[in-house]
């Protein structure tokens, strides 16, 4: 079955720590995307990448860093710079086309130790 | 103001009732259009892109309004199952991500 897989599902970061988080797909979109949601709250943009060795910023990019070497795969490193960390965070794929919804894993919940 | 605006509720209705939730978009460019379900510490999942000459799925139906810049989900014989976040999406075009509204929260009650 085609879809997009995150791990881990939960994650715990200490002080000073980064950690990345895993984003794969097999459904052969180009666009991936990463958001962040705090309880209650609406997705916010971290990062997004439209092709392969290519990324954009989102809203909220300070503190994280992405890459996309491989078409399936777009991993999310949230740095020690991101003083705030706690969140769940969602990683979305595309197909290209204007009409086109966007796909979700199921989330990784991160909280600080 | 924000792209995407709903109310966050929470709509508390009773099983079987009809309940209609609007949003509304700034951007008049603005190019397609979903309603995404989410259920509580869930990821979104799509429920139905809007077409502009409306659509319907079922107990859901979604609806365009370009003129003034709002979309609507009406849902009919509201179930438990129904009770959930649902969030309006926008897209701009280009190379831009959907644009996601915070959410209206529905609880349907026995």
């Known amino acids: 079955d085609g879809g997009i897989t995150q791990s881990p599902k939960y994650l715990f970061r200490k002080e000073g720590q980064n950690v990345t988080l895993s984003c794969e797909q097999n459904?052969?979109?180009?666009?991936m995307y990463w958001y962040r949601q705090d309880p209650g709250q609406g997705l916010r943009l971290i990062y997004y990448?439209?092709?392969?060795?290519?990324?954009q910023k989102g809203d909220i990019a300070e503190g994280y860093s992405v890459s996309r070497e491989k078409k399936e795969s777009f991993p999310l490193t949230v740095t020690s710079a991101q003083k705030n960390p706690t969140a769940f965070y969602l990683c979305?794929?595309?197909?290209?086309?204007?009409?086109?919804?966007?796909?979700f894993g199921d989330g990784t919940r991160l909280s600080i130790l | 103001r924000k792209e995407v605006e709903q109310d966050p509720g929470p709509f508390n209705v009773p099983e079987g009732a009809t309940v209609a939730f609007n949003c509304t978009y700034s951007n008049s460019a603005s190019q397609s259009f979903f309603w995404y379900r989410q259920d509580c510490r869930k990821e979104p999942k799509l429920l139905m892109s809007v077409y502009s000459s409306g659509n319907e799925d079922g107990r859901f139906t979604a609806q365009l309004n370009r003129a003034s810049q709002y979309i609507s989900l009406l849902i009919r014989d509201s179930k438990l199952s129904d009770s959930a976040t649902y969030l309006c999406v926008v897209n701009y075009g280009g190379r831009r991500a959907l644009t996601f509204g915070s959410g209206t929260r529905l609880q349907v009650q026995p």
């Open positions: 990448s439209q092709i392969v060795n290519d990324f």
């Open positions: 459904l052969n979109h180009d666009a």
């Open positions: 979305a794929s595309r197909k290209d086309g204007n009409n086109q919804p966007q796909h």
